[in-house]
């Protein structure tokens, strides 16, 4: 399973035009596009910042869908009007769903950087020593890694029920991911909080 994720910092004020956006001409057209089993989208209206992860069956299939979902994504930096946009593509590693999200879901996303070679170690941590112990947090709902094998970065995932969770959450999760990347020799590039604005992904369970 692939990945690819467009990050757009545009204003404040128009990141609910960038979901309904989204949700209104963006899903539609990659829910019929062959080999796209879904999409998500997380916001930080407070800094202007959305995550949209549009995911695939096969690496072909995403290639593919570079010249259309191009498109969509200038469109979408039209509307949020965006001074900066990033777009990245992903090995799906680690895909784990304990509970349904619902409304107010929200999600912590850690970026990290480590020697390509230690991928492999980083994945069997996270599904084997991270993902069990981060289940147990009041409100957990799922986890998910990214990984880019060619440069060594990883995003790790985390959803919660509520605002509250996440910041429940954040004490202990920060301990738990920094006994990963010490273990590992992995280093924290950067730990962001957002609302779930958008969950229709229909990867199968990857753990």
């Known amino acids: ?23 209104e001409a963006v899903w539609p057209m ?6 796209c089993v879904g999409t998500s989208m997380l916001a930080d209206r407070d800094a202007g910042r959305c995550i949209v992860t549009a995911a695939w069956a096969t690496e072909e299939a995403m290639r593919a869908s570079a010249v259309p979902v191009g ?4 469109r979408a930096a039209e509307v949020m009007r965006a001074d900066a946009m990033h777009v990245a593509e992903w090995d799906i590693a680690v895909l784990h ?28 941590a996270v599904g084997i020593s991270l993902l069990p112990r981060l289940s147990d947090l009041p409100g ?11 440069t060594g970065r990883a995003a790790t995932t985390t959803t919660y029920t509520d605002r509250a969770s996440l910041q429940q959450s954040r004490d202990i999760g920060a301990a738990l ?7 590992l020799g992995m280093r924290t590039i950067e730990v962001a909080d957002f609302d779930l604005a ?6 199968p369970e990857l753990a």
């Open 198 to 203: 958008m969950a229709h992904l229909r990867v």
């Open 71 to 74: 498109e969509l994504r200038d």
């Open 97 to 124: 769903r304990l509970h349904p999200t619902g409304e107010g879901a929200c999600a912590r996303v850690v970026w990290t950087e480590s020697d390509p070679a230690q991928l492999d170690r980083v994945v069997d």
């Open 140 to 150: 957990f709902c799922s986890l998910s890694l990214l990984v880019d094998r060619a």
């Open 30 to 35: 990659l829910r019929g596009m062959s080999g």
């Open 177 to 183: 991911h920094a006994d990963v990347a010490i273990a």
């Open 1 to 23: 399973m692939y990945a690819r994720t467009t990050t757009v910092r545009g204003d404040p004020a128009a990141v609910d035009d960038g979901i309904a956006y989204v949700r």
